[in-house]
């Protein structure tokens, strides 16, 4: 697991509330609202989620973050922007091993999962992904489907919270995918976007993200944001 961090210009402190969820913007196309494909892995079947009603009077909104029962510890994420580690012409730190750093075991850190594609028995590096409940997580709808097809590229998916240096972390519990959620006719410059449903409610040992979207662009390019992911 490596942890990879933006600094902005300008930067506001924000509560360690604000600081765990993900920022993402509303999802409306050309003014129309999409469709949401689900896809049923165990039962091998396809459904809809249609006619979707957005309030437009909503302009910002955000589920709430849990810290799990694994612990009661959560690591301290620098919110001063660093001048250290930084790739050059960047604001973006270099990558960096997320252990040199952080105990990966605790909040929020445990949250980041590993997504394995299943071929033949064997587990296959695929993506990264965080919990956004006891048994969802989010991650890019072009790690799970085909551009511009809708199609599936896998059939089987496994997910294992903070694994590391190739090892399963023997404190918390891995799950198969039982459902994938995307939106319909997805594109790489909107909505990719995927939710992965678990078989195992295993984010109530680990907790999980806060998600949520906020219309003004402007809140969004304040602040340090925290990346923690496997790269392929």
Same mark, same amino acid.
């Not at 050309?30 to 989620?49: H, M, P, R, W, Y």
């Given at each position: 697991?490596?942890?990879?961090?933006?600094?902005? !210009?300008?930067?506001?402190?924000?509560?360690?509330?604000?600081?765990?969820?993900?920022?993402?913007?509303?999802?409306?196309?050309?003014?129309?609202?999409?469709?949401?494909?689900?896809?049923?892995?165990?039962?091998?079947?396809?459904?809809?989620? %249609?006619n979707i009603n957005y309030n437009?009077?909503?302009?910002?909104?955000?589920?709430?973050?849990?810290?799990?029962?694994?612990?009661?510890?959560?690591?301290?994420?620098?919110?001063?922007?660093?001048?250290?580690?930084?790739?050059?012409?960047?604001?973006?730190?270099?990558?960096?091993?997320?252990?040199?750093?952080?105990?990966?075991?605790?909040?929020?850190?445990?949250?980041?999962?590993?997504?394995?594609?299943?071929?033949?028995?064997?587990?296959?590096?695929?993506?990264?992904?965080?919990?956004?409940?006891?048994?969802?997580?989010? *991650?890019?709808?072009?790690?799970?489907?085909?551009?511009? *097809?809708?199609? +599936?590229?896998?059939?089987? +998916?496994?997910?294992? @919270?903070?694994?590391?240096?190739?090892?399963?972390?023997?404190?918390?519990?891995?799950?198969?995918?039982?459902?994938?959620?995307?939106?319909?006719?997805?594109?790489?410059?909107?909505?990719?976007?995927?939710?992965?449903?678990?078989?195992? @409610?295993?984010?109530?040992? %680990?907790?999980?993200?806060?998600?949520?979207?906020? *219309?003004?662009d402007t809140l969004l390019k304040?602040?340090?944001?925290? !990346?923690?992911?496997? @790269?392929?």
């Open positions: 697991i490596i942890a990879i961090i933006s600094k902005l !210009k300008r930067f506001r402190f924000m509560k360690v509330s604000a600081l765990l969820f993900i920022c993402l913007q509303s999802i409306i196309v050309n003014g129309q609202e999409k469709s949401i494909l689900v896809f049923d892995l165990v039962n091998q079947t396809l459904d809809s989620i %249609t437009p009077n909503i302009l910002s909104e955000n589920t709430k973050y849990n810290t799990g029962c694994f612990n009661s510890y959560s690591e301290t994420l620098n919110n001063t922007p660093t001048n250290s580690n930084v790739f050059p012409g960047s604001q973006f730190t270099l990558k960096k091993k997320a252990s040199y750093d952080f105990d990966i075991s605790n909040y929020p850190i445990r949250t980041s999962v590993k997504i394995f594609n299943i071929n033949n028995d064997s587990l296959h590096d695929l993506c990264s992904g965080s919990l956004i409940s006891k048994r969802h997580i989010i *991650t890019a709808a072009h790690c799970v489907s085909s551009l511009t *097809t809708n199609q +599936l590229i896998f059939d089987s +998916l496994y997910v294992s @919270p903070i694994f590391d240096n190739g090892e399963f972390n023997t404190n918390f519990k891995s799950s198969y995918v039982s459902k994938i959620y995307f939106f319909d006719n997805w594109s790489l410059n909107g909505e990719d976007i995927a939710i992965l449903e678990l078989k195992e @409610p295993i984010g109530i040992s %680990t907790g999980w993200i806060s998600i949520g979207f906020e *219309t003004q304040q602040g340090v944001f925290y !990346k923690f992911s496997y @790269p392929t």
